[in-house]
């Protein structure tokens, strides 16, 4: 059985692309979009210049009780951690001098979105 998209399942991948694009356009190379493993998923894979950065966008609309960066929680970041394991295991070719954890708060609609990027946010 297929269930079709919801529309915040839309506003979202409209939301992480955005987030690509931002990151791109300050000089970021995208290594790798929706990793996905058995302990959880990245949504942006980049570096910056010799860092790689592990980017959570969040998407919310204007009716969220909490912004994008808050919603990134201990479990959260928990998974995310264990995501990022995951890739690095299996990507061990890849040379960098550090890493880090970034989220990308997005808010809005498409073609009016609005970005509150925290850098090294945990």
């Not at 890849?94 to 990027?117: P, Y």
Request: charged share 35%.
């Amino acid at each position: 059985m297929k269930v079709a998209p919801t529309k915040a399942a839309g506003r979202g991948k409209a939301a992480e692309e955005f987030a690509e694009k931002l990151l791109i356009e300050k000089g970021f190379r995208l290594l790798e979009r929706n990793y996905f493993c058995k302990g959880g998923e990245l949504d942006l894979v980049m570096m910056d210049r010799d860092e790689l950065v592990f980017v959570e966008v969040r998407y919310r609309g204007g009716n969220a009780f909490v912004d994008g960066g808050e919603s990134v929680d201990r479990h959260k970041q928990r998974k995310l951690r264990i995501a990022a394991e995951s890739w690095l295991s299996a990507h061990e070719s890849i040379t960098f001098r550090g890493c880090r954890f970034d989220v990308m708060s997005i808010s809005g609609d498409a073609g009016e979105f609005e970005a509150d990027w925290i850098v090294d946010a945990f």
